[in-house]
């Protein structure tokens, strides 16, 4: 009860979330009394995609919810993680923890001037895998670029989440980026400038190189860097990876 008293406050005074939100592994634990909030991802007035299973390194998973008035949500993890929200068409954005995991997301709805149920969906990420290729090689494009590589790539992008907007949100969230990707027979990768695998792996050095996040880092399977581009705009980076992936015919 004091949770959906404090959300109808928040709602009926019209209090923006912050553009970006990060949810540490401490600020909400999750208890029974919570989860009995929602029981279903629909209720009367609003309603959450189902619950749905994702790879480590799927990037953002986009929510929109349905409701004819203004949602508000709440996201509990128990990795940290960071989601961005548009409360122009009820949609939020979620950065997907490479380290896996369980992340459960709440919304309630105001129609007509009162407070809809709770409702909510759970996202669960599979972990990476150990087996990540280490960063090596110069970073520098060979000259001429045939077709599709019979050598499975890796495709990284680095970020700041903590400086992220809404067009590389949806850059980063970008079917046609995804499939450009899959359908070359590469990989998609995405961290955070401080996650602790750039260094791991060598990649922190190309994008010091690069000149900072946001920023793409192409790779054979054997970690081999065969390339790094600052990241600009959707077409841009599609434009990108026909040339360093090949055709894809």
């Not at 590589?149 to 590389?168: K, R, S």
Request: proline share 6%; glycine share 8%.
């Amino acid at each position: 009860m004091l949770i959906r008293k404090l959300l109808s406050c928040v709602l009926l005074l019209g209090l923006a979330l912050p553009t970006f939100s990060q949810v540490p592994s401490t600020q909400i634990p999750s208890s029974p009394s919570l989860e009995a909030l929602a029981a279903s991802n629909k209720a009367d007035g609003v309603e959450l995609p189902a619950d749905q299973t994702v790879k480590f390194d799927e990037g953002f998973v986009t929510l929109q919810a349905t409701c004819k008035g203004q949602v508000k949500w709440l996201v509990i993890s128990a990795t940290k993680i960071k989601y961005f929200t548009l409360p122009t068409n009820n949609t939020i954005i979620i950065s997907i923890p490479p380290s896996g995991g369980l992340i459960t997301v709440f919304a309630v709805g105001l129609v007509d001037g009162k407070i809809t149920d709770f409702v909510r969906t759970s996202i669960t990420v599979t972990a990476a895998p150990a087996t990540a290729p280490t960063g090596t090689g110069t970073g520098t494009v060979p000259p001429v670029f045939g077709p599709a590589t019979a050598v499975a790539m890796h495709v990284t992008f680095v970020v700041d989440l903590n400086n992220a907007t809404p067009a590389l949100a949806q850059i980063l969230n970008s079917q046609k980026i995804r499939e450009a990707i899959t359908t070359r027979n590469a990989f998609y990768r995405l961290y955070d400038t401080q996650s602790p695998v750039l260094k791991e792996k060598g990649l922190d050095k190309f994008v010091a190189q690069g000149g900072g996040a946001p920023i793409i880092i192409v790779q054979k399977s054997d970690g081999n860097v065969v390339d790094r581009r600052k990241i600009a705009t959707e077409a841009d980076v599609l434009q990108y990876l026909n040339q360093v992936l090949g055709s894809g015919k």
